[in-house]
């Protein structure tokens, strides 16, 4: 039985004999792991076990305490924490050509669990898991990393990009730019959008980020410019802006900061003052709009030797559009989904069934729900017809009968009360 580094930190059984629980069932579950724990060692397994039922007694305070003393500890290590469990449970796991090959990915990512979090987190970024993808719980662990940063999916037809974009809310919706484009989503579609819609200083930072000269890296916004390191990122909840100057690190607030663009600006040769101060006002722009500056997860520009397009999901809405082609004609489509991928794939031959799996099944079943409504109302409807038109031949029937009409009156109305 292997004793992950991130496991043994964590002295499950330490905090657990320490513990002091406050009511009868929470004695009883500190009771229960305890004498697990006499005869058998702690394991990735067991302490999950033991947070899924003591997340239940949230009034037991004691229970509590031990739950927010562990959870402190996963979660400052939550992707060592993650891969520890998936070894865990594949090495636990039965026999067979599946768990062969499984057991060799085991062997490939357990180094790794001797590694600080941030070590981790960095070897996954640059790769450390592309070999061991086939084991669905691993590629789950690698897509949340790859979150934190643009391209999150590649297979042997395409490469797909989560683009990094200044969101600007407007009257009608959100505006983003992606691939080059203007776009705006609201809850009744997705739609390209004109400059004219946007502020200024949206196409300012737009067109900083997009033009590459700023990049996006490991969680901050960077730009290389005048022998320095220019970098904005989100620290303890605060935004903060550094710049880097042979090796010596100085923060500044957005004020600081344009006045030092002011001595660079000052101190440039008379042709190149407008250039730079430009980049450097664009940047103090992106630093003040930090916060609305996000990766896209709706969003995937997806690229192969041919072409390149986007596709938008939004509020079950999807949109898809060719950017750059050197075999097809432009295209544009929107529907659902399901639909989009299928047009993907008649003018691109590219297959994004996996890429949007969980969204197409998503899609579906909306569909098959309308489908069944419209179906129910379409029945309502031809029945209120069928006893209209009873109603309609009693009336006529009775027409010498001022009860019975007074009856079919009184029914007539309820029923038309139904449409």
Not at 17 to 26: H, L, S
Request: charged content about 25%.
């Amino acid at each position: 039985m292997n004793m992950y580094k991130v496991l043994a930190g964590l002295d499950f059984s330490g905090k657990l004999f320490e513990a002091k629980a406050q009511t009868a069932i929470g004695n009883e579950l500190i009771n229960k792991y305890r004498t697990y724990l006499v005869a058998n060692p702690a394991t990735c397994g067991t302490v999950n076990s033991f947070l899924r039922e003591a997340r239940g007694l949230s009034y037991d305070t004691g229970i509590q305490a031990v739950v927010e003393a562990i959870a402190e500890t996963i979660n400052a290590n939550k992707f060592g924490w993650a891969l520890a469990s998936v070894c865990e449970s594949i090495e636990n796991g039965g026999n067979g050509h599946s768990n062969y090959l499984q057991m060799r990915a085991v062997e490939q990512v357990r180094p790794m669990l001797e590694m600080e979090e941030k070590e981790i987190v960095s070897y996954i970024k640059s790769g450390a898991l592309k070999d061991v993808m086939y084991v669905e719980s691993f590629r789950a662990i690698a897509k949340a990393i790859y979150r934190e940063q643009p391209i999150v999916e590649y297979s042997d037809q395409y490469t797909a990009v989560h683009p990094v974009a200044l969101c600007e809310k407007g009257e009608t919706g959100f505006y983003f730019h992606a691939g080059g484009h203007l776009f705006r989503v609201n809850e009744s579609g997705i739609y390209e959008a004109s400059r004219k819609d946007v502020s200024n200083e949206f196409l300012i930072v737009a067109n900083m980020i997009e033009s590459g000269t700023v990049k996006f890296k490991d969680g901050a916004l960077v730009m290389e410019a005048f022998n320095r390191t220019y970098k904005v990122e989100e620290k303890d909840e605060q935004v903060q802006c550094t710049i880097t100057n042979e090796g010596v690190v100085g923060e500044y607030t957005v004020d600081q900061l344009r006045e030092n663009n002011n001595y660079l600006v000052n101190a440039a040769p008379v042709n190149q003052k407008a250039q730079r101060a430009s980049m450097l006002e664009g940047f103090a722009k992106v630093v003040e709009n930090f916060s609305k500056i996000a990766i896209l997860n709706n969003v995937s520009i997806i690229s192969n030797s041919n072409d390149q397009f986007i596709v938008i999901e939004n509020e079950g809405n999807a949109y898809a559009k060719l950017l750059r082609t050197n075999r097809s004609q432009p295209w544009e489509v929107k529907g659902d989904i399901a639909q989009i991928v299928e047009a993907v794939k008649k003018y691109t031959h590219i297959d994004l069934t996996k890429l949007y799996e969980h969204s197409i099944e998503g899609a579906v079943t909306a569909a098959k729900e309308k489908e069944g409504q419209q179906m129910k109302e379409n029945l309502e409807k031809e029945a209120i017809e069928k006893r209209k038109a009873k109603i309609a031949e009693l009336t006529e029937k009775y027409k010498g009968d001022p009860t019975r009409l007074a009856m079919l009156s009184q029914i007539a109305s309820e029923l038309a009360s139904l449409e």
